[in-house]
Every structure is written in C-alpha cells, then in structure tokens.
C-alpha cells in the first residue's frame, strides 16, 4: 500500500568509520518541492561534505542524485530505499560527514542504503487513498441535480472551469466511478459526460 509523510523527520545512523550519516524525510509533491529541501539542507548544514538524495512522486516521477561521491553509490540506493518501501510524494536527503577513511563503493552502497531506510522506517506513514479523477461537463441548468449525485457519493473537487458549459473534475473512489457515470447520464437525461483521464493518489483519512 502506498503511503507518505506529511512532516519532515530526521533520523542519523550509527558512525561508519567515522562518518556521520543522517537521513531526512520530507513531503514532496513536487521536483520543485524536493529540490527545495535539498537546498535548505545545504544552507542548515554547509559544512556537510555530501547532501546524496532521491525523490518519489504520486505521478511515477523519480530523481536521484549522488551529490558528488561515486556513481551509484548513494542517489540509487537511496531511490530504491524509498521504492522498496512504496512510499511516494517524498524526498529522502542522506547527509554525510566525512570522517577521514574512503568507504568504497559497496560501503557507500550500504551505508546511503541503509541510512535512508531507516530513516523512512521511523517516519510517521501517512497512507494515500487511490482515487480516480473523472471530467464532468455539464450545463448551468444542471448544476443542482450534479451536485446532489457527487455529495452522494462522496465526490471531492480537484477543480471547475466555468464557460459555456461548466467543465468540473473530481476525485472519487474507483469502485464508484461506474456509478457516477450512471448517475450523472440519469439525472441530466443524458444532457451531461463523464469521463476518465488518469487516477491520482491522495492521503487517506
């Protein structure tokens, strides 16, 4: 089951031949959003000698980086930490502290590795709910009877754009898309549509 943070957490692992590794857990969106907290961690932590980090998102979009240590060594781990664990909409920055002795690449393989999924075990999970996103296009004159039909079954807002016809997306539990398509044909004697462009995932109540 999907799940993801909606607090950053830090978590640091025990010294590796004098190395210091810590690992912070953070909400993300966004690439923006990610990207944005590996820059605030190089301003709280300028003398760090690597900030190694990756990135999941709802959409499938993922990024990884080594941050300056060997390739593979630390962004890859990092990102299969975080997917191995099916978490999503998070960053993962593993922050290193050089302590004087190279680790070589399988050392740095494990420690980045591991440092990140322990951090991403001691997060708090939030699990995301799936739900799928279904167009509505329907006329002024029958915004009432549509509104009952979505309040019925739960329906949530993603957005409306309002012209001739007002054309509104909403979220809603996939076991009930077929019976709002139904409903919404019913209520509108057939006047309105109602269709899918992809399914999206929101944290769960």
């Not at 690439?31 to 959409?59: I, K, S, T």
């Not at 004159?141 to 979505?150: C, H, N, P």
């Not at 076991?175 to 139904?182: F, K, N, R, T």
Request: net charge negative.
């Amino acid at each position: 089951m999907a799940w993801t943070v909606t607090a950053e957490s830090t978590f640091e692992s025990a010294p590796v031949k004098g190395s210091r590794f810590t690992a912070t857990v953070a909400p993300a969106k966004t690439a923006a959003e990610a990207l944005m907290v590996v820059a605030d961690l190089r301003l709280r932590f300028p003398r760090a000698n690597h900030h190694c980090w990756a990135f999941a998102l709802a959409d499938g979009t993922t990024r990884s980086s080594d941050d300056g240590e060997p390739s593979g060594s630390a962004g890859r781990p990092i990102l299969a930490r975080i997917e191995g664990r099916s978490a999503c909409d998070v960053v993962v920055v593993v922050t290193r502290w050089f302590g004087g002795t190279k680790l070589g690449i399988g050392g740095l393989v494990r420690a980045y590795g591991g440092c990140a999924g322990q951090g991403l075990d001691t997060a708090t999970p939030v699990v995301l709910e799936v739900r799928t996103l279904v167009t509505l296009v329907y006329g002024y004159a029958d915004t009432g009877a549509v509104e009952s039909v979505l309040s019925e079954l739960g329906a949530e807002d993603e957005r409306t754009t309002y012209g001739a016809d007002v054309e509104r997306v909403v979220r809603i539990a996939p076991e009930a898309v077929v019976q709002l398509q139904q409903r919404i044909i019913e209520v509108t004697a057939g006047r309105a549509s109602a269709e899918l462009p992809h399914a999206s995932s929101s944290p769960g109540t």
